[in-house]
């Protein structure tokens, strides 16, 4: 089973297309392929830079793929009923069960409030979800109807991230333009995940950094 045969599979990508469509009906920003494909890549650049086997970092690929499929369901608790569907799909399609359990509570605990990294693909999802924050996640054209989230998310002009040369530190790096959204609006909507963040690198035994047009914050 591999990341390649998750993303070209047609019910999967109904079920994700299906729940972006939930969450535009609520007014959630993009929580569709593109989002999914960069925490993919995201979780597999760190855990690949840390040095984890091949076969976990396919892990955290396809877990990435899959983490909000819940949506379909409801948006409240949809990282565990996401990691529900995702046991039954991938058992469906043959996937080994150490490899499920991997997937699934990775899955399961990906959301603020009640997920706990609890294995290294846990961790890398975590982090790579909670920093997907970026000016093409918003949805709403009209500026003068813009709630919190959608200023927040549309003032991020760059983001990525990077580790430090001896890999001791993971640093999320946002250029932010002030004029749309002060850097006390980020903290005001997105502090949760950012602890969620430091938690989850302290798992994978570094130290998680945020860094906003140049000032180091945390």
Known sequence: MTYKDIVENGDIRE?????????????????SFAHVGKVASDAAFILSELGYPEEEIELARIAAHLHDIGNLVNRNEHSQSGA??????????????????????AIGNHDEGTGVAVNAVAAALIIADKSDVRRTRVRNQDF????????????????????????SVLSLHLKIDQSISSVMDYFEIFIGRM?????????LGVRFSLVINGQKLL
């Open 144 to 167: 003068s109807t813009f709630d919190i989230h959608d200023r927040v998310n549309y003032s991020v002009e760059e983001s990525s991230l990077s580790f430090s040369e001896d890999k």
């Open 15 to 31: 079920y994700i297309a299906s729940a972006d469509r939930s969450l535009v009906a609520l007014g959630y920003t993009e929580h």
């Open 195 to 203: 602890i969620m963040c430091r938690k989850a690198a302290d798992y």
């Open 84 to 105: 529900v569907m995702a046991f039954r799909i991938l058992d469906k399609l043959g996937m080994s069960a150490p490899d499920i359990a991997t997937v699934v509570s």
